[in-house]
């Protein structure tokens, strides 16, 4: 054993990839390391109401803020039983692994999915909603459930068109979106373009730890769930959001104790995002995933081994990005990069058949929340160093594709 073996350089910062949780900022970390405070005094009152008020906010709608005490798939769960009942339609638009896994809960809480599925690769077409909501002449279909950015395929569905769909087809269905992994990354206008519910979570785009999910709900889909419930309390206790929405006291708006220090983180954390203003959230994002894509273009050229899931970039995830490297085993890399360059690069997920290597050829970049410039172009570093180190074919050149993107841009934002 040669003794360069033991050699280890991961002293400093480690950095997470992964689509979530993503990179918590040092201040998010501080206002969290304190003692919990009193569930009964003031102070965690008014820090529950500033996150709710800037959850909203950062959504764009006068709609209110339900906060659970639990991760997405709590989300999911809380808005399918507040709004539907067993053997309602619902139409699911699946772009992905998370459409699938919603649609798996619907179906196990009893309601009929009919299914828009178009794969990994692309988006839904409006015009397909529509269709299907033109022929509903029965009404039976009461929701249709989307997914903003699929985190397994990296694709970003258009859900701006998703309103003059549904008009044109005079349809009530309600709209709900999940926007677990877009949210805080990339442009969600809720009241604009017409979702009645959008569900997301504290430790993507939101930048605190897992912990927190949340129902953003406007008045209609407020009104259409009390409606249910006035009829039957099928509703479970937990998750049902009137109480939480009206509560008689403090204590019904989490069905119980309050999640007291990570409420301090996310606070911190939607204070970041407002101080740095919605719009160059929304473009620093934007720069930042297309210094990634030209990046993997660059190194998959020339016979490269690299090449992204979604090959139309208007189609793409300005949060995530999927990336295959043909039939290699890029596990290798992953465990490599993990070891000595203290990065850790998200899994594949969903691609588990023979050509993808039962998944193991698929790799994810996140890059979402906290992140600059030189932190993106480590993790770019580092994927041509693992490549090089496990012999996987690639045109030198990624970062210099990444660094000239990124000048360009700014140099059209006039910076
Ligand atoms: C992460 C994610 C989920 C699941 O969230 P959990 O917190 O892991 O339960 C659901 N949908 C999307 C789009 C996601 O990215």
Excluded at 56 to 62: D, G, L, P, S, V
Excluded at 381 to 408: D, R
Aim: charged share 20%; with cysteine; net charge positive.
């Amino acid at each position: 054993m040669s003794k360069s073996s033991n050699i280890k350089l991961t002293y400093g910062r480690e950095h997470l990839a992964i689509p979530g949780p993503s990179n918590i900022p040092q201040r998010v970390l501080q206002a969290m390391n304190r003692p919990a405070p009193n569930i009964y005094g003031k102070e965690i009152e008014l820090v529950t109401e500033g996150v709710r008020e800037g959850i909203a906010k950062f959504a764009n709608t006068n709609g209110k803020t339900v906060i659970y005490v639990s991760n997405g798939h709590g989300v999911w769960e809380a808005s399918l039983v507040n709004l539907f009942r067993p053997n309602d339609s619902v139409l699911l638009c699946s772009t992905g692994h998370f459409g699938h896994k919603w649609g798996i809960i619907a179906k196990r809480l009893g309601l009929n999915i009919i299914h828009i599925d178009v794969g990994f690769n692309t988006i839904i077409d409006p015009t397909r909603i529509e269709e299907i909501l033109k022929d509903d002449r029965a009404r039976k279909i009461k929701g249709i459930l989307a997914v903003h950015t699929d985190t397994s395929s990296s694709s970003r569905n258009r859900i701006q068109d998703f309103k003059e769909a549904i008009s044109a087809a005079k349809h009530p269905a309600i709209l709900v979106v999940d926007a677990i992994a877009s949210f805080g990354c990339e442009r969600i206008e809720m009241d604009p373009w017409g979702i009645d519910v959008l569900i997301t979570a504290s430790q993507k785009g939101l930048m605190t730890p897992p912990g927190l999910a949340y129902c953003i709900v406007n008045e209609r889909a407020e009104n259409y769930a009390k409606k249910l419930n006035n009829k039957d309390q099928i509703v479970s206790p937990y998750w049902d959001w009137q109480p939480r929405l009206n509560p008689a006291r403090f204590y019904d708006i989490f069905s119980g104790t309050a999640p007291t220090n990570l409420l301090f983180g996310q606070l911190e954390a939607l204070n970041m995002l407002n101080e740095e203003g919605r719009e160059n959230v929304f473009l620093r994002h934007e720069i930042l995933s297309g210094m990634v894509w030209e990046c993997i273009e660059h190194l998959g050229s020339k016979g490269g081994a690299l090449s992204l899931n979604i090959r139309d970039k208007s189609l793409r995830s300005n949060a995530v990005t999927t990336i295959f490297s043909r039939q290699f085993d890029f596990s290798r890399v992953r465990e490599w990069i993990s070891r000595q360059g203290g990065v850790d690069l998200g899994i594949g997920i969903g691609f588990s058949s023979k050509e993808f290597l039962e998944g193991r050829s698929v790799f994810r970049i996140g890059h979402m929340g906290y992140l600059n410039p030189h932190m993106i172009l480590g993790v770019l570093s580092l994927l041509e160093a693992g490549l090089k180190k496990e012999n996987i074919p690639f045109t030198p050149g990624g970062i210099t594709a990444a660094t000239e993107f990124m000048v360009k841009k700014l140099r059209s934002q006039r910076d």
